[in-house]
């Protein structure tokens, strides 16, 4: 019989590899700290690539469910300067291979596909150690442990069970996001949601900008980027939504007011998210018994790829066990040599596009990216 396979965390990454081994019959248990599915928002919505993140729900069977989420028109991109002139504009022609579907719904259908008793909510990892010989004990807040002898940690940046493979901990990459959201946007917002378009929209000069995109209906939801330190961001009184907001756009004095508005006029109270990545290079030497996956594994600033490496992490994880259902260790090794190099280059990859992004030539560099010819 195939050795069960202990989970921790039911993001993407974890319920993946979780659906993957259902699949194959491996048994799998997934502990998850929140209480609920819908114990908090899933996020806004995620660009499924067709070389990864598409790639594991085929290997999940769960196709023709991904398909059924996707958002028509949600792939065009229009590039702004800080007065709102336009300086790139692509449609969505049905063609891109990263159609956009909403975080929640997509963790749904993978929820939805595994047995209801595989996920155990309000798991609260307090502690995991080893006990010798490839076996492990994951001790929750509640007092309640478990032994396992093949354990995946798929539990995020902070992850508990990365400490049993590596001393590197993420830090701040010096950059942060801030979410806003506004709702019926065509009718209480026209010149923003004009601004922005039927996808994404990046609004861009160094160091800085306002990036937003249209969700389901009406719904904008804007990530507005500040390279500044921590110590910066603690000055601001998040807990004073309109003091916030108002400290934030600050720093967009002279922009265009479709665009500031985007700040000033949210519907939701400012929500900061600090960027922390690990070293580009993190890998570890094989330890007997337990391995790591998406951001517990190579967490890196934000560049539209941590989800869907995540997934493809975990179907390349299960698909390996699959293969190797007498061998753990050969599965391991197998996944790992891969998955180093894979986000190796991701994380460079996406440092390389936060300096298109906001660097001293936004939002001109994007431009080039986008089109190979200088704007």
Known sequence: MPTPVTIIGAGLGGLTLARVLHVHGIPVTVYEAEPSPTARSQGGMLDIHDYNGQLALAAAGLMDEFRSLVLDGRQ???????????????????TGGRPEVQRGALRQILLDSLPGDTVRWGHKVSEVRALGAGRHEVSFADGGTVVTSLLVGADGAWSRVRPLLSDAVPEYFGRSFIETYLFDSETRHPAAAKAVGGGSMFALAPGKGIQAHRESGDTLHTYVVLTESRDWFATIDFTDAAAAAARIAHEFDGWAPE?????????????LRPLYALPIEHRWDRVPGVTLLGDAAHVAASNGEGANLA????????KALAAHP???????????QAMFPRSTEAAADGTQLHESLFGDNAPYSLVTEFTGQTA
């Open 326 to 336: 007498d061998d753990v260790e050969a599965a391991l090794t197998e996944y790992e």
């Open 311 to 318: 997934m493809y992490d975990g179907a390349e994880l299960g």
């Open 76 to 94: 065009a991109i229009r590039v702004l300067d800080q007065d709102g002139t336009l300086l790139f504009d692509q449609p969505d022609d049905g």
């Open 259 to 271: 665009l500031t508005a985007l700040i000033t006029d949210s519907d939701t109270a400012p929500v």
